[in-house]
């Protein structure tokens, strides 16, 4: 549990909950939209178009990880030359402790951004 903590120290800044929120850690990506401590919407990309490309949410609050949603199979979108696999949970409102952070993993694939949730 230390590593992934010591991982989460090391990415910089935080991106807030309370206003629109882009992360990326590698090929991932973690979009949060919300206000102050609650959570609107979640969601996230992974590049191209990994073979069965599947995501969930997590939470860490006080060194504690516990799983927010299940494995969801992310769609495979393409813009222009720009390929991904893209993913979203629609958490309306869902209200999360000051300080905590909301992660997103996919399946077979390196990276884990966070975003810490905070008024």
């Known amino acids: 549990m230390i590593i992934p903590l010591l991982a989460l120290a090391l990415m910089g800044t ?9 992360k990326t850690d590698g090929k991932v990506g973690l979009t ?3 206000h102050g401590l609650q959570v609107q919407q979640a969601g996230g990309w992974v590049d191209g178009h990994p073979k069965g490309a599947r ?9 504690v990880r516990d ?12 813009m222009g030359i720009t390929k991904l ?3 979203t949970w ?3 409102g869902r209200k999360f402790p000051q300080g905590s952070w909301l ?3 996919f399946a077979d694939t ?7 949730i905070h008024r």
């Open 85 to 87: 696999s893209a993913v």
């Open 67 to 78: 799983e927010l949603t299940g494995w969801k199979k992310a769609t495979p979108e393409s």
């Open 32 to 34: 949060v939209t919300g």
């Open 110 to 116: 390196d990276g884990a951004p966070c975003a810490q």
């Open 14 to 22: 935080p991106a807030p909950a309370h206003a629109d929120a882009t």
């Open 55 to 63: 995501a969930r949410l997590y939470t860490v609050y006080q060194g």
């Open 90 to 92: 629609h958490l309306r």
């Open 103 to 105: 992660c997103i993993q």
